[in-house]
């Protein structure tokens, strides 16, 4: 009877066992036309990115003038971007950069997230909130070249807007050659890259924070918390993939930032916001010095590389530490 | 650590991998195609209702009467396109017949040097153009292995430029100053409008202009064998009397107020602004300011005169009209260039504003554009043009600029001057 039974049970599952092998196996078979899909997309990572990538790392090994024969120098590119000083320091400004890019748009566009979303949304309705956030995000969506146009007014010396206001309001002895003084030039620079920047992470948090269950708030709030404890206790914590995301993207964005200074200083005044993409720019076209501006853009190439990779592990470390 | 991890963090580095390297890639290119037998390709990137713009129309339209059947497709590029894709772009099948191209070592010289370029040196002698411009023009016209002043023929200019002081007659005649005629006079001119609060010439220090004074300086200290040593044979002395001489008194100037301390960040359209506006009773800038000023400045009277007490002035003959070694049409080419220094074509030149290398002043209606061809006849028959001081090395534009700026910024000029040095002595390296 027992014997039967199990017999019976045995049967039972045959087919069932079977019809899951052949479920794997299916699965299997269907599988492999899976890689076919990446077919186009590695075409054009190989075409667009890994070939060109190559091309750069082969040119930064040669002295070349972009035209003509190469004369092959093996590291002398890479000796000589070492003992230059003017490229360290084109460096240090990028780290600067980070910060006016990265750190102080996310710092801030989370406070003011929170504040757009918790505060001003509920005391005067999403739709008041919603027209600031998109006026905050506008920078983003204007082209850089217009906007390097219209900080160079504001912040022109003599007759600049912001000068010009500073004297109206009798603070005239702090009107100051913003972009022409290599004391203040990048750090002008720095707060107009916060205000282009700020819109992404406040767009990101934004959404993100429309994803935290209310009820947290709202137990918050019944245990008597502020909103200062809410935002911290609250908001800070169920928002932190979006933060991750938000600061790598502007990290990213900071290493390849090369417009603005473009249309604001050319690196000037005497290289003082001078920064490895411009300097590479200036290598390649304006010097025809290509073999060592494309040595500059692979080590910048590779730094990004590597901060990038540091950054998604400390993310991946911290989410498996959570989960655990 | 969870499996899950693993495909994402890949997927991430590898979208990080193509935010990162999008940036070295982002090149682009431009051509079209050259069409053999009777269609011309040209390019150039002069604006439409520019003094060479105006010109050059009027050279197609005589060279299509000249050659019926023939067709001249104009492609108006940018400066900076042609700056930057030009040696990629001519080494390839899409090089058009004929283009308009920068002169210098760093541009046409280093084409030359690589075989891009056709030489013309036949056909300067078949067409006599060597007779229509002056040596001193010529210089930036001839190359040998890359190197401008000698050897054999790979452009021709329409135009030429020569860096002169405008000024603003209405401000000079209200702070009663004379036009001043020796350096003495000039400099007193200057004390007269920082007297009255007025900051006597306008700069521009992120761009050319601040250079030009400081080579303005130098040059009026200098003779043609120092520009010799400094354009051509590379042998500059950045020490010696004529450098040591500019880099103090441009620092000097800035003290006094010549100059102001707030134009290192300005470029060259506020500085030509702050002369077109009435602002600046004095501009020291080329001639390409001219047409502009003509058709713009309308409330108030101005004029030029030539840097007082110095014989040479930067200047240069104008940008060159090259044939690819690819031009598919070389002797339409040819007839093309022979066209642009015909009379009527280089009378368009000179009656809209600019310089033209080979007009009979004697022909010219326009009083103020009579001035500015006689100055230049008389600089060029002196061998005045020194050309620019960016020229010597490639990348010495920036190390200018930089330099220009440290001075006025109040960095000792013998450092300054140091620094330009090192530069000059790693650009002939390369």
Known sequence: ?324 | MLATGRPRRTTLIMAALVAATTTLTACNSSGSGSAAGKVLTLWHYEAADSAMGLAWSQAVKDFEAAHPGVTVKVETKTFEQLQKTAAMVLNSSNAPDILEYNKGNVTAGLLSKQGLLTDLTPEVTQYGWDKKLSSNVAVTSRYSNGVMGSGDWYGIPNYAEYAMVYYNVDLFNKYHVPVPKTFADFTAAMDTFVRNGITPLADAGAEYPAQQYLYDLALSKADPAWVTDYQIKGKADFHDAAWSYAATTLADWVRKGYIAKNSVSLKATDMGNAFESGKSPMMVSGSWWYGTFESEIKNFAWGTFLWPGSSLVPGSGGNLWVVPSKSGNKQLAYDFINITLQKDVQDVIANKGAVPVAANPADVTDPKAKELIQNYDTLAASGGLAYYPDWPVPGFYDTLTAATQDLINGKDPNSVLGSLQTAYQQGLNQ
């Open chain 1, 1 to 324: 009877m027992t014997v039967a039974a199990a017999a019976g049970r045995a049967e039972a599952a045959a087919p069932d066992r079977a019809a899951r092998d052949a479920r794997r196996r299916r699965g299997r078979r269907t599988g492999r036309g899976y890689p076919l899909f990446l077919v186009p997309g590695a075409i054009l990572f190989l075409a667009v990115i890994a070939v060109p990538f190559g091309m750069n790392v082969w040119i930064s090994f040669n002295r070349w003038q972009g035209v003509g024969p190469m004369t092959w120098i093996g590291l002398g590119n890479y000796r000589r971007l070492l003992a230059d000083s003017v490229f360290w320091s084109s460096f240090w400004h990028n780290v600067l950069l980070i910060v006016a890019m990265a750190v102080v748009p996310t710092v801030l566009g989370l406070v003011v997230a929170a504040a757009l979303f918790d505060y001003l949304g509920k005391k005067f309705g999403p739709r008041t909130a919603s027209v600031l956030r998109a006026c905050i995000y506008l920078p983003q969506v204007m082209p850089l070249a217009v906007m390097g146009v219209v900080w160079g007014w504001i912040l022109a010396p003599d007759d600049g807007v912001l000068n010009s206001a500073l004297r109206d309001v009798g603070l005239g002895s702090l009107a100051h050659d913003w972009l022409g003084d290599p004391r203040t030039a990048l750090y002008s620079i720095m707060a107009v890259l916060v205000w282009i920047q700020i819109g992404f992470p406040l767009v990101v948090f934004m959404a993100g924070l429309q994803r935290i269950d209310p009820t947290l708030y709202e137990a918050a709030e019944l245990d008597g918390a502020s909103w200062a404890r809410r935002f911290w206790h609250v908001t800070v914590p169920q928002i932190r993939p979006e933060f991750y995301v938000v600061l790598l993207m502007c990290t990213i964005a900071a290493l390849k930032a090369f417009a603005p200074i473009y249309v604001l200083t050319r690196g000037g005044p005497s290289y003082s916001t001078d920064i490895p993409s411009y300097f590479s720019y200036q290598n390649f076209f304006e010097k025809t010095q290509v073999g060592y501006g494309a040595a500059t853009a692979t080590v910048l190439a590779l730094i990004t590389l590597v901060i990038t990779a540091v950054f998604v592990t400390v993310q991946f470390r911290r989410r498996d530490d959570e989960e655990v």
